[in-house]
C-alpha cells in the first residue's frame, strides 16, 4: 500500500520505518524542512531508529521524507501522527485540523485516514471526520474509512520494543475497524481490536492518568516521609514484595515528555467542558507534580543553610537534564524548572547532560558541563535528577560535598535521598 505518515517525529518516525520494512511504500511527511533535511541523508534524530534502519529503507526506495504536501497524493492509507499540545490549560487540536485538512483535499475514494495523535474522547469523529469530509466532497463510511489508534511510544524502553507493544486499534465502522485492524496486524505482534475510536481514546488518557496519578501519590508521600523520618525509597521496596494488588512507583523531581504532564489534563478538560465538573484526581496530581521541583530545591536550601552556605554565588551542579533515564528528549523535562528556580536565587547553576550535545539544545538554559571528577568536586550541591548509565555514580558519590539523589543510586554520609 502506498502510505502517509503525517509528522516524524518520535510517533511517526517509528512507524513510518517499520512499515517500509514490512513492505509498504512509505511517505513520511513534516511541514518542518530542517528535519526533512536530515532524514533525506539517512540522519535519525530519533532515539529508537537507529540511522541505519532509516538509511536502508531510504536505500529501497521503501521510505521517503517530504515537506511538499503535494506529493502526498493518491495515498492508500494516511496516518497522523503530529503533536497536540495544551495551551493555558486546553488542548490545542491545531496541528490535527491542518493536518486533516492537508489529506483531505487529496483523499480519494477507498482510501483510510487513522489518526495517532492523543486527544479526548470525541476528537476522531466529531473533529478529524467532519473536516476531510467538508475538503473531499466524500462521506465517511461510505466512500473512505476512518479510525483511531493511539500510540504507545515508550523512547528508550529496552523491554517492550515498538511493534512488541500491543496496539489498539479502532474504525467508525465495521470495515473502517477492518482495514485498519489489517494494516496494523502487519506491523505489530498483537493488535486489540475495540469497538469505537471513542473507547480507544479514553484507553489512551486512562493508561497515563493512572500512572500520573500514583506517581503523584508516591511524590507527595516523599515530601512526607522525610519529615517523618521514615526512608519511602526501603518501604517501597518492601510493598513491592507484595505479588498482587500493588504497582511499584518511586519518587522523581517532577514528571516530563510529552504525555504524563498533558495527557490527563486533556481528559480533565474535556469533562469540565462536557459536563461542568472538575476531575479531581487529575488535577491533585498535576498540581503535585508541578510542584516538585520547588521540593527539591526547598532540600538543596536546606542542606546549604545547615553547612553555611548562601545559596547567591552557591556552585551548584544538576546531573541528568531529560525527562527520562538514558534518554535524548528534553519535552517538560522538570530540571529546567529546578536550573530556573535555582539561578533565580542567584546559584552558579551548571549542568551535565552526557545524551545530548552542547549546542544542540539551546533551550536548556544552563550552563552546560561534563561530569568530571573536578567539575563535582567544585560543587557546593551535586543534584542527581536522572540517572543515566553513562553518570560513573560511585565517583561521584566520592567526590562530591554533598548529593540530592533524586533516583536512589547512591549512599553515603554526603548522600540524601529524595
Known amino acids: 500500500m502506498q502510505i502517509v505518515v503525517a509528522g516524524q517525529g518520535y510517533v511517526g518516525l517509528p512507524l513510518a520505518v517499520r512499515a517500509a520494512e514490512v513492505g509498504h511504500r512509505v511517505v513520511g511527511y513534516d511541514v518542518d524542512p530542517h528535519r526533512v533535511q536530515r532524514l533525506a541523508v539517512g540522519d535519525s534524530y530519533v532515539e529508537d531508529v ?67 495523535s492523543t486527544t479526548y474522547p470525541g476528537t476522531t469523529e466529531e473533529l478529524l471526520l467532519p473536516i476531510l469530509e467538508e475538503t473531499s466532497g466524500l462521506k465517511a463510511g461510505v466512500d473512505f474509512r476512518v479510525g483511531f489508534s493511539p500510540e504507545r511510544i ?9 511493534e512488541g507493544t500491543p496496539k489498539l486499534v479502532s474504525g467508525i465502522d ?13 506491523i505489530f505482534h498483537t493488535t486489540v481490536p475495540v469497538s469505537g475510536p471513542k473507547v480507544a481514546e479514553l484507553a489512551k488518557l486512562i493508561e497515563n ?20 523520618g521514615v526512608n519511602i525509597w526501603e518501604a517501597i521496596d518492601a510493598a513491592s514484595t507484595k505479588p498482587f494488588g500493588f504497582t ?21 478538560w474535556k469533562i469540565q467542558e462536557d459536563l461542568g465538573v472538575p476531575f479531581r484526581f487529575v488535577e491533585l496530581a498535576d498540581d503535585v507534580n508541578r510542584h516538585m521541583p520547588d521540593y527539591v530545591v526547598q532540600r538543596v ?45 542567584g546559584a552558579d547553576v551548571r549542568g551535565a547532560e552526557p545524551n545530548i550535545p552542547s549546542g544542540a539544545s539551546p533551550e536548556l538554559a544552563v550552563r552546560r558541563v561534563d561530569a568530571t571528577a573536578e567539575e563535582v568536586a567544585s560543587a557546593d550541591a551535586v543534584v542527581l535528577l536522572m540517572d543515566h548509565a553513562r553518570f560513573d555514580l560511585a565517583m561521584i558519590q566520592k567526590h562530591s560535598a554533598w548529593v540530592l539523589d533524586c533516583r536512589n543510586r547512591m549512599s553515603g554520609a554526603n548522600v540524601e535521598v529524595l
Request: charged share 20%; aromatic share 6%.
Open 154 to 162: 515508550a523512547p528508550g524502553n529496552s523491554r517492550w520494543s515498538f
Open 301 to 345: 536550601l536546606a542542606a546549604l543553610d545547615k553547612r553555611g552556605v548562601p545559596v547567591t554565588g552557591a556552585r551548584i551542579l544538576l546531573l541528568g537534564l531529560t525527562y527520562k533515564i538514558n534518554a535524548t528528549d528534553l519535552r517538560n523535562s522538570p530540571s529546567a524548572r529546578v536550573a530556573e528556580l535555582l539561578a533565580g536565587l
Open 50 to 116: 537507529a540511522s541505519s534502519r532509516l538509511r536502508a529503507v531510504l536505500d529501497t526506495g521503501a521510505y521517503c521524507a517530504t515537506a511538499d504536501a503535494g506529493a502526498l497524493a493518491g495515498y492508500d492509507m494516511a496516518v497522523i501522527t503530529v503533536p497536540t499540545p495544551l495551551r493555558d490549560g486546553v488542548p490545542d487540536l491545531t496541528y490535527i485540523e491542518t493536518c486533516a485538512r492537508t489529506l483531505g483535499v487529496r483523499l480519494r475514494p477507498g482510501a483510510t485516514v487513522v489518526l495517532e
Open 209 to 228: 492518568t493512572f500512572r500520573l496519578v500514583n506517581i503523584s501519590m508516591i511524590n507527595e508521600l516523599a515530601t512526607l516521609t522525610d519529615r517523618l
Open 248 to 268: 511499584r512507583f518511586t519518587p522523581g523531581p517532577g514528571v516530563g515528555g510529552h504525555c504524563l504532564p498533558v495527557d490527563p489534563l486533556f481528559l480533565a
Open 174 to 186: 465495521a470495515t473502517s475497524l477492518e482495514v485498519i485492524k489489517e494494516f496494523y496486524d502487519g
